[in-house]
């Protein structure tokens, strides 16, 4: 007789499935909330920098570039306008003090030379014609008192006689009164005649010195336009290299127009451009240096010029010591130019991840160095080779400072 079979409610197939099923769950369950869902990136170790987080003394200077120029330059500009008549020198050519260059023509010049000249000659004329005018005058006058000093003379003998002669009645009145009168006469004319000469005089004195100041300012604009005339010539005014001049035979110059410049080769200095972010940082006194055939050379900063042309302003920068032999002008060298004093500070290694973070986070790698996490840091100052970190960092640290391009906003890099 066939005997029923009871079915087994949990075999073991089915609670083996039912348990791997679970511990999938679970699995599952955990990572969603436990697990580390940062995202990742697999990055090769021999395709990274990685720097070493370091306290040590920083100094903050900023790289520009400077070209070696005549500590001593003399400018040569055109006193007068003219055109160019005859070069004795070209550029390039070693010059001593009072050397002729080059001469220019003036025609305008040449007869306002002239003109002046005639009109000097013409005021000369009328000095010397006032004083000969003057002299013959004063001997006129001179003269006509003599003249009536011996009238006076006479006709007071001839009244003190007609006076006597009336007292003992011997003439008549009117004719007493006729030689008292003329005698009275003549003393009223000697006096008007002093008087006419004496201002005479003084007008004559004036005359002369308006017509000597006169002539003294036509001598002293003669002399200026004479030594115009003598500017056209143009000499070295000191001794040194001619290195530039721009005149050609023939050719029309302005006056104040630049002809040339003569350098002085006794010493070189370096004219630097700055970034005018740095214009309130730069003073006089700061330092910067240069590597010149393997020797480091000091320079001082000697002259600030503050215009700023195309975002860029200009200082000259003066050595420290003897210059380094070899050195030329024109020459271009990089200087490190130096912002502040030495101070101890956190360094970090600069490198490109700057360009992408911005120095506002980097890469920290792990202690086993298997991954690097991102982490957030502020940088201050920074130099060439340096930045200074302010927060986020610690001595002993290592951080991955070349490119972050690839990453994107990946968190964690494993480092195979």
Same mark, same amino acid.
Not at 59 to 82: C, K, N, R
Not at 349 to 372: H, I, L
């Given at each position: ?99 002729? @260059? ?50 006076? %003379?006479?006709?007071?003998? =001839? ?38 000469? $004496? ?24 002399? @200026? ?9 143009? %000499? =070295? ?132 160095? $298997?991954? =690097? ?44």
């Amino acid at each position: 007789m066939d005997r029923i079979i009871q079915k087994k409610k949990w075999p073991p197939r089915k609670i083996v499935l039912f348990s791997v099923s679970g511990v999938l769950v679970i699995l599952v369950l955990y990572n969603l909330i436990l697990g580390d869902h940062r995202s990742k990136l697999n990055v090769e170790s021999e395709r990274i920098t990685i720097s070493e987080v370091t306290r040590d003394v920083f100094q903050e200077f900023i790289p520009v570039t400077g070209t070696v120029i005549p500590i001593t330059t003399v400018y040569l500009d055109a006193i007068e306008g003219g055109r160019v008549e005859k070069k004795y020198l070209e550029a390039g050519t070693f010059v001593k003090k009072g050397d002729s @260059i080059l001469t220019l023509a003036n025609t305008d010049l040449l007869m306002n030379i002239m003109y002046r000249e005639a009109e000097l000659f013409e005021q000369s004329n009328n000095l010397r014609n006032t004083r000969l005018a003057m002299d013959q005058h004063r001997l006129d006058l001179k003269a006509q008192l003599i003249s009536l000093d011996y009238e006076i %003379k006479q006709q007071k003998r =001839a009244w003190e006689r007609a006076q006597e002669l009336y007292e003992r009645k011997l003439i008549s009145l009117k004719e007493y009164e006729d030689v008292r009168d003329k005698y009275e006469y003549l003393q009223s004319k000697s006096e008007i005649t002093l008087q006419t000469h $004496k201002q005479d005089s003084l007008f004559r004195i004036v005359q002369i010195e308006q017509l000597e100041s006169s002539l003294a300012r036509m001598q002293d604009n003669l002399k @200026i336009v004479r030594k115009n005339m003598q500017d056209l010539t143009l %000499k =070295a005014p000191i001794t040194g290299q001619l290195t530039s001049l721009n005149a050609e035979i023939g050719e029309s110059k302005n006056r104040g127009e630049r002809l040339g410049q003569i350098d002085v080769l006794d010493g070189f200095k370096i004219r630097v451009q700055v970034d005018e972010h740095y214009i309130a940082r730069i003073q006089l006194g700061q330092t910067g240096e240069f590597t010149f055939a393997g020797q480091t050379c000091k320079l001082l900063i000697k002259k600030i010029f503050p215009e700023v042309i195309e975002g860029r302003f200009e200082v000259d920068m003066e050595f420290a010591e003897k210059e380094p032999d070899g050195i030329r002008r024109g020459q271009t060298v990089h200087i490190r130019l130096a912002l502040g004093d030495l101070s101890e500070a956190l360094l970090l290694a600069t490198g490109g991840f700057f360009n992408s973070t911005g120095g506002q986070w980097v890469y920290v790698v792990d202690d086993n160095g $298997k991954a =690097a996490h991102k982490r957030n840091i502020r940088i201050g100052r920074q130099n060439t080779q340096n930045y200074e970190v302010l927060e986020g960092l610690k001595p002993g640290e290592k951080v991955i400072t070349s490119s972050y391009d690839n990453y994107g906003d990946i968190e964690v890099l494993l480092l195979k």
